[in-house]
């Protein structure tokens, strides 16, 4: 069954620290992806990654950057969390082998920055 | 730009009545289109996909049809259960090979007994 696994569920900072989400995926997949999803807004791309150490961003990267030293491993950044970035934080992956491929979803972290 | 708009929310119906969340899109090319559900506390699932124009997506009762000559891909279900509530976001994945996908807001649907 495959699997996208998140490192947290629920997460509580301080403004401005420095706050690592980590994600794990066990499909070899190529393509990940960090979203945020707040309500009424739907989901927005913060950053995707097509390759090891490749990155692109996403409509609202502000705030944010990735790290993806290892293929299964994507991370999001927040190099100094405010309290606007309180939300729910989900990564997703694909692969992509048919042209319209499908995203495969972890469970999310809730992230609440005080 | 690509673009999704769903039906405002949230949606609450009784169980066993009759479902439809509006889905219509903006997209230069021949996007594909997918509805996702997402059952409390978990992450987004895939329920159906259609991938040209008059394709039908159906899973777990649930159907959708690309309408390509009115932007739509709105979701149907002829008889829902309380299991259904939850939140469902129609998207857009934009043609590439990286997929990605434009989301709509979401719609929240409760199903009471």
């Known amino acids: 069954d495959v699997k996208v696994t998140q490192s947290s569920r629920y997460l509580v900072k301080r403004t401005g620290e420095k706050v690592f989400l980590e994600c794990v995926q066990d499909m070899d997949h190529e393509n990940m992806f960090w979203y945020r999803q707040d309500p009424g807004l739907g989901l927005r791309l913060i950053y995707f990654s097509y390759d090891v150490k490749m990155k692109e961003k996403g409509d609202i990267p502000e705030g944010y950057s990735v790290s993806r030293e290892k293929k299964e491993r994507f991370s999001l950044i927040l190099e100094s969390a405010s309290t606007n970035q309180t939300s729910m934080y989900l990564c997703a992956s694909s692969s992509p082998t048919t042209y319209q491929e499908t995203q495969y979803f972890g469970p999310g972290t809730r992230l609440l920055v005080l | ?113």
């Open chain 2, 1 to 113: 730009g690509n673009s999704v708009t769903q039906m405002e929310g949230p949606v609450t119906l009784s169980e066993e009545a009759f479902l439809t969340i509006n889905c219509t899109y903006t997209a230069t090319g021949y996007p594909s289109l997918f509805w996702y559900v997402q059952y409390p506390g978990e992450g987004l699932q895939l329920l159906l996909k259609a991938t040209k124009a008059d394709d039908k997506g159906s899973n777990k009762g649930f159907e959708a049809t690309y309408r390509k000559e009115t932007t739509s891909f709105h979701l149907e279900k002829g008889s829902v259960q309380v299991s259904d509530s939850a939140v469902y976001f129609c998207a857009l994945s934009d043609g590439t090979s990286y997929g990605k996908l434009t989301f709509g807001q979401g719609t929240i649907l409760t199903v009471h007994p």
